[in-house]
């Protein structure tokens, strides 16, 4: 028996309050805001995702999947424009803000519905298919959007049309006699379910999440019930398995995450809310098991998860092929959705790294840097036929990295009743509250580039509090000073955080550096495809390298000395690629020469000969002339 609270100890900072002006992730935002979030509407507008909620569209049925679920795409945009709103303001994007939520309410039903492929194509089969059809996936998308609407504009009238259609839900599903037992076979309602109660303060959506995540995979299964309904056997389901949809077993009882990676994120990230909602011990451990299970066995080192195209999702334990890798960006953005809360239960670093490891790469891999291009699946190898496309028949990656692109700051700092916790480090100003007094936090620093960072803290006034500063868990040698000296104490560090009390007074500074030597990764000697390979690692960021800067060498045949990675050269380009460090030096290629007309050759190994080679962040590959690309390097 279990007797610790789930409990969160932190509160995060909302993104309102912090700016950043860094040179990685601000010019970012910047191009988010003015370049992808109206690229996107103009996707949305051309596939009819937007004006399908003018309801007068005409759809052939059995419609393709990717138009059933067609809704969550446009609401997820606007999401992200609601964000960078907020932010900043933008008449133009205003405007088609206020356009397509008015469409959104005049497409509500008297009775609360809103669905628009099932309120125009098929409206006898509402609600008939919660396990393929998302409905309550769109729902939960809509009620996210309409909090961030209502955020940004302060006109409340979607979020009444989105609490009006959770009520609906509420009405038709839950325990309670006369209602069915059913969940979405796509989670993601759980959690926007938490955040309309944190909206409204109405407890019942918070009932109903719970609802939802305690009743997934009871017996007898509500899948099997409805497919019986439809006239299906619910052994011919396609996708064999319900750990596809996460209704293979109850939360409480799985010990491996398994299945459609995006789905299985998004559950634990509802799981993670009612762990600290409910106070409920069994659900922060139910997610720190499956946790375990993800970052030690089934976790890319770029934060990508999911190795299989297959189910969009998980194999095996160390099942980690690199060339086919799905990997997909919206799993890397449940993965961070999901981190971030568990960092907040107490403060635990481990969690602070997988979202940095993740937004670093596998996430912000998954837009080109003029904005309009993405990746929908994020491998770390390719033959150089995997390219960024301006658009998707299944749209879902898109608008989801905008969203978080645009409510970043948000993963930077928290607050708890002792003080200021820095999750994140990025050239920014924040305005932090502290025991009810405001604080300015402003970092200087040339991360992730540079290891150098300065905090000056300005409360109003002399204020005791601590500061927590987040030791990478990357990093194996820093150093900390406070105007200038070294702390009194040897500093310790707890759970990957330096804690430094003391009475801060305007204009204090900590300069923390973080030895930032270029590192050599190795994988689990159970992952077999990384065997006798090492990865390029300095600070957060994972590098690869192109076959645009190796003369279209073969990159397969570059092999790595282990005891030179140290000694590659590190260089920042300030012209290549929006500005990144790159890391040149020498390497052995295995030649070509000797084998023209020999498939296999007997006694007589390949021979090397020295290279240059040039390895460039991972994240912006695919930016240049096509090619080959690649993560894990031969050793020998
Ligand atoms: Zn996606």
Known sequence: MTTKSARRQLTPVPFTQITLDDPFWSPRQETNRTVTIP???????????????????????????????????????????CYALTTRPDPPLAALVNEFAGKVVAAQQPDGYLNTHFIVTQPDLRWKNLRDWHEMYCAGHLIEAAIAHHQATGDPKLLNALCRYADHIDTHFGSEPGKRRGYD?????????????????ERRYLKLAQYMVEERGQSPNYFDIEARERGEDPAHFWAKTYEYCQAHAPIRQQDKVVGHAVRAMYLLAGVADLAHELDDPTLLETCERLWDNLVHRRMYLTGGIGPSRRNEGFTTDYDLPDESAYAETCAAIALILWN??????????KYADIIEQTLYNGFISGVSLDGKHF???????????????????CPCCPPNLGRLLASLGNYFYSTSADGIWTHLYAQSSAR???????????????????????????????????????IPGWCDEWQVRVNGAPLAEDPALTKGYLAIHRT??????VELTLAMPVQSVWAHPAVRQMQGRLALQRGPIVYCMESVDHNGLGLDRISLDPAAVEQLTIEHRPDLLGGVTVLCGAAALIQAAGWEDALYRRNRPPTTQPVDVTAIPYCVWDNRAPGEMRVWFRTG
């Open 375 to 393: 990746f929908y699946d994020n491998p770390l190898a390719s033959a150089g036929d995997h390219h960024r496309v301006p658009w998707f028949a």
């Open 39 to 81: 690229h996107m509407h103009q996707m949305l507008m051309e596939t009819g995702r937007i004006p399908a909620f003018d309801l007068n569209f005409t759809r052939l049925v059995p419609s393709p999947i990717v138009e059933i679920f067609g809704d969550s795409d446009a609401a997820k945009w606007l999401e992200a424009a």
């Open 504 to 509: 801060w007074g305007p204009g204090d500074q």
């Open 185 to 201: 076979g796509h989670p993601e309602i759980e959690l926007a379910l938490v955040r309309l109660y944190h909206a409204t303060g």
């Open 432 to 470: 932090v509250q502290v025991q009810g007094q405001d604080v300015e936090v402003r970092q200087v620093t040339n991360y992730p580039w540079d290891g150098a960072i300065r905090l000056e803290l300005r409360p109003a006034q002399p204020q005791t509090f601590t500061l927590h500063l987040r």
């Open 340 to 349: 971030h809360r568990l960092l907040q239960v107490n403060g635990d670093g």
